[in-house]
C-alpha cells in the first residue's frame, strides 16, 4: 500500500523510494514507497511534477496502490519528488472552497451528495433534507465570505486510514483531498450559479485567479 503523504502535510518536495517502473503504453508506470503526489479521485484532479528528471504526466489511484505516468523511466531506489505548485495550489483552493459551499448548504438543511472540484467546473451538488430552506446565491455567497473573511484554521485527524477535514469550527468532512492551511488563501470564491434537477441542486462556483499568485509568492 502507497503511503499517502499529502494526508499530514503539505511538502511539495521530498525524498521518496521508487519500488518499481514499468512501461505501459508509451509512458512508464511507477510505484513508490510513500508519496507527495494526489491521485484523481475524491473529485480533485491529480498532480503533476517531477520524479528525478522525469515528467509526472498524471497519477492514479489503482487498489492499495497510487501508480505515478512518467515520461521517462527511473531507477529502484531514492529519489527526489518535486510536485508542481501552481496545479496543486489550484486545486487545493477549489477543492476548499468546495467544502465551505457544502458547509453553507448544510446550515441551511441541505446534504452535499457529490463534489467537482475541476477548474472551470466546480459544482457541489446536494439533496433536500427534512428542513431545507430556501437556498440562493446570494446567501451562499454571504456566508461562505463570512467564512473566509474569519479566516478559519484549517484541523485534520486521520483514525482507523479515515481522513477528516475542516476548518474553524464548522463540521468536518472525510476527504483524502488537498486543502488550505488557513481560509484567507482562498482569496475571492464566487457562486455562478444554482440548478435543480430531479431533486438535485448543483451550486456551480469559481475562483479568483490572482489568488493564487498571491498563495504562491508566499511560499
Same mark, same amino acid.
Given at each position: 500500500?502507497?503511503?499517502?503523504?499529502?494526508?499530514?502535510?503539505?511538502?511539495?518536495?521530498?525524498?521518496?523510494?521508487?519500488?518499481?517502473?514499468?512501461?505501459?503504453?508509451?509512458?512508464?508506470?511507477?510505484?513508490?514507497?510513500?508519496?507527495?503526489?494526489?491521485?484523481? =479521485?475524491?473529485?480533485?484532479?491529480?498532480?503533476?511534477?517531477?520524479?528525478?528528471?522525469?515528467?509526472?504526466?498524471?497519477?492514479?489511484?489503482?487498489?492499495?496502490?497510487?501508480?505515478?505516468?512518467?515520461?521517462?523511466?527511473?531507477?529502484?531506489?531514492?529519489?527526489?519528488?518535486?510536485?508542481?505548485?501552481?496545479?496543486?495550489?489550484?486545486?487545493?483552493?477549489?477543492?476548499?472552497? =468546495?467544502?465551505?459551499?457544502?458547509?453553507? =448548504?448544510?446550515?441551511?438543511?441541505?446534504?452535499?451528495?457529490?463534489?467537482?472540484?475541476?477548474?472551470?467546473?466546480?459544482?457541489?451538488?446536494?439533496?433536500?433534507?427534512?428542513?431545507?430552506?430556501?437556498?440562493?446565491?446570494?446567501?451562499?455567497?454571504?456566508?461562505?465570505?463570512?467564512?473566509?473573511?474569519?479566516?478559519?484554521?484549517?484541523?485534520?485527524?486521520?483514525?482507523?486510514?479515515?481522513?477528516?477535514?475542516?476548518?474553524?469550527?464548522?463540521?468536518?468532512?472525510?476527504?483524502?483531498?488537498?486543502?488550505?492551511?488557513?481560509?484567507?488563501?482562498?482569496?475571492?470564491?464566487?457562486?455562478?450559479?444554482?440548478?435543480?434537477?430531479?431533486?438535485?441542486?448543483?451550486?456551480?462556483?469559481?475562483?479568483?485567479?490572482?489568488?493564487?499568485?498571491?498563495?504562491?509568492?508566499?511560499?
Amino acid at each position: 500500500m502507497t503511503e499517502r503523504l499529502f494526508f499530514t502535510h503539505d511538502h511539495l518536495t521530498a525524498e521518496l523510494e521508487v519500488l518499481s517502473c514499468t512501461p505501459c503504453e508509451g509512458q512508464f508506470a511507477v510505484v513508490l514507497q510513500s508519496t507527495i503526489f494526489h491521485p484523481q =479521485g475524491g473529485g480533485q484532479p491529480f498532480d503533476t511534477g517531477w520524479l528525478g528528471d522525469s515528467q509526472v504526466l498524471r497519477v492514479t489511484q489503482e487498489t492499495d496502490r497510487v501508480v505515478h505516468y512518467v515520461n521517462q523511466p527511473v531507477e529502484p531506489g531514492p529519489i527526489t519528488a518535486r510536485v508542481d505548485e501552481a496545479r496543486r495550489a489550484l486545486h487545493t483552493r477549489l477543492h476548499s472552497a =468546495g467544502h465551505l459551499i457544502g458547509n453553507a =448548504g448544510e446550515t441551511l438543511g441541505w446534504m452535499p451528495i457529490k463534489a467537482h472540484h475541476w477548474p472551470g467546473e466546480g459544482k457541489i451538488t446536494f439533496i433536500r433534507g427534512e428542513t431545507a430552506q430556501a437556498m440562493d446565491a446570494e446567501i451562499i455567497q454571504q456566508q461562505i465570505n463570512q467564512w473566509i473573511a474569519a479566516d478559519y484554521p484549517r484541523h485534520m485527524t486521520l483514525e482507523d486510514g479515515t481522513r477528516e477535514v475542516g476548518f474553524g469550527d464548522l463540521p468536518s468532512y472525510a476527504c483524502g483531498g488537498t486543502h488550505v492551511q488557513t481560509l484567507s488563501e482562498l482569496g475571492q470564491v464566487t457562486i455562478l450559479a444554482l440548478s435543480e434537477k430531479k431533486g438535485a441542486l448543483s451550486v456551480r462556483y469559481s475562483l479568483d485567479s490572482t489568488a493564487a499568485l498571491r498563495v504562491l509568492s508566499s511560499f
